[in-house]
Structures are given as C-alpha cells and as structure tokens.
C-alpha cells in the first residue's frame, strides 16, 4: 500500500504526525492495523490487547486517537472509551468493531466515541477515518450516521429534569450558534468550514469554545443540547 500524506490538522503537523494507538484482542489483527496506520503516515505510539492495558497505556503515551475494539478481555471497550473521555477530554476514540448493532454503535457513541467503522471497512476508509476522528469529525460506517442522529433526537424528546436554582444558560456569539446548529444537523467540521467560508480550524475553534461555555465534555452532549433547544430545525 502506497504510503499517504503526513495528515495536517491540529493534532498532527508535517513535523508531528497523528498519534495513534490500537487496541484489539487478536494479536494478527491489531499487528496488520498497527502496520497499515505506520504505512499511511501515523505515529502508532502504543497498542494493547485487553481493557485494562489499554486504559494504563492511553494514559501514559497520550495518543491523540484511540482506535478500539468493544469486545474486550478484562473490561469491555465501551468502558475503556468512558474511562479514558472522561479523564482525557481531548481523546478522540474510533471504534472498530465486528459488530453493526444498532445498540453496539449508541453505547459506544453516548461512552464518547467519535466515530464507529466496521471491520470490513478497507484500509483506505480506515486511515480517512482515523484522519477525521482526529479533527473531530463523527465518522460512521454507512448506514450507521442517521441511526446516532435519530438517537440523538430520540433523547432529546425525553425532557430533562431542571433544577430550580439552574444557572442562566451561557450567552453564545451568533457565530457559535450558527456552528452549533449545522452540528446539530449532522454535518462534519469541513461541510461547516465550507458552508460558512471559514477555516476548519476555526469551526474547531467555535465548537471548543461552546463546549466551554456550556460545560459539556464531547460532541455528543453539544448535539444533544442543540437539539433539545430546536436549533437541528433551524
């Protein structure tokens, strides 16, 4: 396989590539990942085959990527991806999973999972998605997208319960509402880079600084509260 362009977002730089680590039981399995990712242009700084390892080698090597199985010895990978997105919020996680069930991909999503691909994804549709976990982008095997945003809306009908001493809600620019709500709507960073004519980064900017102000911790907890407010119908 020919080897790809280093990625260039802010994870990752012509100098410093992506950091990616790769945890699945099957050792043939993770080695042929490892290989392929190392091939493309990604730095793999560590793989692990059970939960447990892989929770104590994330959080030593810090890989800006986890690529991870849900079938796991040890402690499953749903849990490895809440342990590690709770106590390491910048962690992008891209599960790669033998399973398409429905209820496997929306536990995985709502244990802050950026993304999901199925085994049988090719190398190719491997390395883009890795690419775009990395900048923050949802990646979906297809098919998979439209069941997490029904899901989401699914969630968001159920009301929350409000405290009767809830702060005021944050004050957003117009500029953050308008990236909130296209999130809303499903599309990745880019399709709102471009819909916008800004810069990738500076969509990535905006959501950061929405996730701040409205102290929540991933893209999943941002879409849930766009959608309880009806700015997905916007």
Same mark, same amino acid.
């Not at 800004?198 to 102000?213: E, F, Y």
């Not at 409205?214 to 907890?221: A, G, P, S």
């Given at each position: 396989?020919?080897?790809?362009?280093?990625?260039?977002?802010?994870?990752?730089? !012509?100098?410093?590539?992506?950091? #990616?680590?790769?945890?699945?039981?099957?050792?043939?399995?993770? @080695?042929?990942?490892?290989?392929?990712?190392?091939?493309?242009?990604? @730095?793999?700084? *560590?793989?692990?085959? @059970?939960?447990?390892?892989?929770?104590?080698?994330?959080?030593?090597?810090?890989? @800006?990527?986890?690529?991870?199985?849900?079938?796991?010895?040890?402690?499953?990978? #749903?849990? =490895?991806?809440?342990?590690? $997105?709770?106590?390491?919020?910048?962690?992008?996680?891209? $599960?790669?999973?033998?399973?398409?069930?429905?209820?496997? #991909? &929306?536990?995985?999503?709502?244990?802050?999972?950026?993304?999901?691909?199925?085994?049988?994804?090719?190398?190719?549709?491997?390395?883009? !998605?890795?690419?775009?976990?990395? *900048?923050?982008?949802? $990646?979906?095997?297809?098919?998979?997208?439209? &069941?997490?945003?029904?899901?989401?809306?699914?969630?968001?009908?159920?009301?929350?319960?409000?405290?009767?001493?809830?702060?005021?809600?944050?004050?957003?620019?117009?500029?953050?509402?308008?990236?909130?709500?296209?999130? *809303?709507?499903?599309?990745?960073?880019?399709? +709102?880079?471009?819909?916008? #004519? +800004?810069?990738?980064?500076? =969509?990535?900017?905006?959501?950061?600084?929405?996730?701040?102000?409205?102290?929540?911790?991933?893209?999943?907890?941002?879409?849930?509260? *766009? +959608?309880?407010?009806?700015?997905?119908?916007?």
């Amino acid at each position: 396989m020919s080897t790809q362009n280093t990625p260039q977002d802010e994870r990752g730089s !012509a100098d410093r590539p992506i950091r #990616v680590m790769v945890v699945d039981d099957h050792p043939m399995w993770r @080695d042929a990942v490892a290989r392929d990712l190392t091939e493309s242009g990604f @730095d793999v700084v *560590a793989t692990a085959g @059970d939960g447990p390892q892989a929770v104590r080698r994330a959080k030593a090597v810090s890989p @800006d990527v986890l690529v991870l199985d849900l079938n796991l010895p040890g402690m499953p990978g #749903v849990q =490895v991806c809440k342990e590690l $997105v709770g106590s390491h919020p910048g962690l992008r996680v891209l $599960v790669l999973s033998a399973s398409g069930e429905h209820a496997d #991909v &929306l536990e995985a999503v709502k244990s802050g999972a950026t993304g999901y691909l199925l085994k049988s994804a090719s190398t190719q549709e491997l390395t883009d !998605a890795v690419r775009s976990t990395a *900048a923050g982008d949802p $990646v979906f095997t297809p098919g998979l997208a439209g &069941l997490v945003l029904g899901e989401y809306r699914r969630l968001a009908s159920d009301p929350a319960p409000v405290a009767s001493d809830e702060p005021k809600a944050p004050q957003l620019t117009d500029r953050e509402t308008e990236v909130l709500r296209l999130v *809303a709507k499903g599309l990745s960073y880019k399709q +709102i880079a471009e819909r916008l #004519v +800004i810069s990738h980064r500076t =969509v990535q900017n905006h959501v950061q600084n929405t996730l701040g102000k409205l102290q929540l911790h991933n893209r999943v907890e941002l879409v849930r509260y *766009a +959608i309880e407010r009806g700015l997905d119908d916007v």
